[in-house]
């Protein structure tokens, strides 16, 4: 709860800053507000606490993705003060409505009901809306804003008659007492079907899950590069930590039905994401093609539905996450520095001339397509062994041939990084940029080289 | 009282159920059948009000007020909506001056 | 009774079809006020009399208010709003038509509750519906607060008019 509380007071005082003026102080306050959270996030550990009338729910889960949470939450913040040397406007303001919409983030993963699951989305969902379009005279933008806000309240309305449905049918909001009737009553009703599929549909949207993702190439691409980093991870892992808590803690009783759904979520993720990620010429076009098939995978934590499943979902969200991060940040600084839009040839020659960014990027395409010592090796091979354990041996030969067609692409940034000249001049870049970027890497390769860490907390 | 009571004794939650659905389905309908955004705008907030007779009618039929008040969330939920949803087209409307949604396909090349 | 329940039905059934087929955004915005009114009836015929009255202030009185206020100091009543192409207009038709059907067909299969027998018809009153508001509906409530806070920035960011600086 404190967790909860610290974000949003963060929010607040760095609004106050605006008074103040000073520039200089929004990136420490606002880091200083996520580690205090972190700290409280952590205090949680193992204490289990129902709250507020089994509102919220507070356990291992929510801890754990929290963390991972505010991990991206803090690498994309000490991004952001290179990013908005220039922007003299309104900057307090975006630093504020992040931290608002993180809070929406942190009750998506400890909900226990579904007026909070629904606050939640909403609280992270609408000041994303502003944030993608707080480039405000680049029309790009605008309408990265405007699609997103009308498939946001699009898929808020079909959740909305989801539960409805579900209410109609249970009675009641509380998830445990949903699942209570939904393992009582022998037939399910095609009413309470219904409901589980707006419901199942609706999160798809939010975490740009094929079909429902046709806004998110557009919505990645026009909104400000940070932004979209904060979209392609923070966004994401909350939606999909929310699906899996609401489907193992409510909808368990009827697996078979939703197990169809996401299979056609996650066939169709491979197949979209991957396709559309070649075709691309834009690099970040590319990721966020990759990033709906990397929801193709997260999605196959889901379908397995075992004791595996959370663990390696989260495994699996802290590598996406970070290297996402890591190569967003670079992209930002290729893109400031080429003035360019963010081609695959604006990569050309990067390892000559700034070898510690090649590198990064190196680690973080490495970990995106599954190649050992990077983390993303023990990630699909975690998710894997979950998906094999309940029988989804199909959905996996699916999933490698997926990762195997993902290394044309991220293997082309390799390849115009280190094989390709150009006349590249070393990229200037501030200090909290590094320590990000040398933080993102790290980690990778730490939890990389030890996944017991991490696979053993849940 | 006693009146009103009678009523939802007579009228079949049924009735109530198809009104919705309904109403859900114009708004669907309407979304996708209009250019003008600001009457897709419109479009959803019906979705959103024919969603709040539900719950309003499943709730008085069940005797159970926990859905009059997520309906009240709903209304929290869906003027916050509007507030932003009105300002991202009055920023649209100064740049792009049309607020037709075929303008909008800057991104696709 | 029952005369009323299908006159508000009919009400707001036609009401909603002229907000999508009206050419001009201010008539669908009077229909929609017509379709919210007739809404706010069928909550009073279940005699959820907090949600009426909040309903006609908050739908009628401030959001419909906030459409209007926009499309008249923008002046966007006008009505050559280029036509769609027919294939778009009978897929959405269709796609309408389609989940009507679905919706409809899956109430069909089911029997819905019975008849309450341990029925309350004050639940919907303003005294029971604080008590539960405030008791077990506390956490969202105060959650909703954030929402708010966040819908009062983010509307104040986009709308202020700004001189053209160079972001990025």
């Given at each position: 709860m404190l967790t909860l509380i610290t974000i949003a007071a963060t929010g607040i005082i760095i609004l106050y800053t605006t008074f103040f003026k000073?520039?200089?102080?929004l990136v420490p306050i606002a880091i200083t507000g996520a580690l205090t959270a972190l700290a409280f996030n952590i205090s949680d550990w193992n204490t289990n606490q129902l709250l507020f009338n089994n509102m919220m729910k507070i356990d291992n889960y929510s801890v754990a993705f929290n963390s991972v949470m505010i991990l991206s939450l803090i690498l994309i913040l000490l991004l952001s003060h290179q990013y908005f040397k220039g922007v003299d406007k309104n900057v307090s303001e975006i630093y504020s409505l992040l931290f608002f919409s993180f809070t929406g983030a942190c009750l998506l993963t400890s909900f226990n009901n579904f007026t909070m699951l629904f606050i939640g989305i909403e609280t992270m969902s609408i000041p994303l809306y502003v944030l993608a379009g707080s480039?405000?005279?680049s029309i790009r933008s605008n309408e990265a804003s405007f699609k997103y806000f009308i498939m946001g309240s699009f898929a808020t309305a079909i959740f909305l008659l989801g539960v409805a449905l579900v209410y109609g049918v249970t009675?009641?909001?509380?998830m445990s007492e949903v699942s209570e009737y939904i393992s009582a009553t022998a037939k399910i009703s095609s009413l309470m079907k219904l409901g589980i599929l707006f419901i199942v549909i609706s999160i798809g949207f939010k975490i740009a899950?094929?079909?429902?993702?046709?806004w998110a190439p557009d919505v990645y691409e026009g909104s400000p590069t940070l932004v979209t980093t904060y979209m392609a991870t923070v966004v994401k892992v909350a939606g999909i930590a929310a699906l899996l808590r609401l489907l193992t803690g409510c909808f368990i009783g009827a697996a078979a039905e939703w197990q169809h759904i996401l299979e056609a979520f996650i066939i169709l993720s491979f197949v979209i994401g991957n396709f559309g990620a070649i075709q691309q010429q834009s690099v970040k076009r590319m990721l966020a093609y990759s990033s709906i098939s990397h929801t193709g995978f997260m999605l196959l934590a889901i379908i397995a539905?075992?004791?595996f499943s959370a663990s390696s979902l989260l495994y699996y969200s802290l590598s996406y996450s970070l290297a996402t991060i890591a190569a967003f940040a670079v992209l930002i600084l290729v893109k400031n520095y080429k003035n360019s839009d963010a081609s695959y040839e604006s990569f050309n020659g990067l390892a000559k001339h700034n070898p510690f960014l090649a590198f990064v990027m190196l680690t973080a395409m490495l970990s995106m397509t599954g190649i050992p010592i990077t983390a993303g090796f023990f990630a699909k091979y975690y998710v894997f062994l979950a998906s094999v354990k309940s029988g989804y041996s199909w959905l996996v030969i699916c999933a490698i041939i997926a990762a195997l067609v993902g290394v044309a692409y991220y293997f082309r940034i390799i390849i115009n990084m280190y094989y390709k000249e150009s006349n590249s001049e070393k990229i200037i870049k501030d200090n909290y940029f590094v320590i990000s970027l040398i933080i993102a890497t790290a980690i990778t390769l730490a939890v990389g080289i030890l996944p017991q860490f991490i696979i053993g907390l849940i | 009282m006693d009146n009103i009571t009678t009523a939802i004794k007579l009228i079949p939650l049924e009735h109530y159920v198809f009104l919705c659905f309904a109403l859900f389905s114009i708004g669907v309908f309407g979304i996708l059948f209009r250019r003008n955004t600001i009457v897709m705008l419109m479009c959803i907030e019906l979705m959103l009000n024919s969603v709040n007779l539900l719950f309003t009618a499943f709730s008085a039929y069940r005797s159970d007020a926990a859905g009059q008040v997520f309906v009240f969330f709903i209304m929290v939920v869906a003027a916050v909506e509007v507030a932003v949803g009105l300002s991202i087209l009055v920023m649209m409307k100064r740049n792009v001056n049309s607020v037709d949604v075929n303008l909008l396909n800057k991104l696709k090349n | 009774m029952i005369f009323l329940f299908y006159l508000l039905s009919g009400v707001a059934l036609l009401s909603a079809l002229m907000v999508v087929f009206s050419r001009s955004p201010i008539n669908s915005v009077i229909h929609l006020i017509i379709c919210f009114l007739a809404i706010a009836g069928h909550y009073i015929l279940l005699n959820a009399q907090f949600l009426a009255v909040v309903h006609i202030i908050v739908y009628t009185g401030a959001i419909m208010v906030l459409f209007l206020f926009v499309i008249m100091l923008l002046n966007l009543n006008k009505e050559n709003e280029p036509h769609k192409k027919l294939y778009t207009k009978l897929a959405a038709i269709i796609s309408g038509g389609m989940l009507l059907l679905v919706l409809t067909g899956a109430v069909k299969s089911v029997a819905l509750i019975?008849?309450?027998?341990?029925?309350?018809?004050?639940?919907?009153?303003v005294g029971n519906f604080g008590k539960i508001l405030f008791n077990e509906f506390m956490l969202p409530f105060e959650a909703s607060s954030v929402l708010f806070l966040s819908a009062i920035i983010g509307a104040m960011i986009l709308g202020k008019k700004e001189k053209i600086t160079n972001n990025e």
């Open positions: 000073s520039r200089k102080l480039k405000k005279f009675g009641s909001f509380n899950a094929a079909p429902f993702h046709f539905i075992n004791q | - | 019975p008849f309450n027998e341990k029925f309350d018809s004050q639940i919907g009153l």
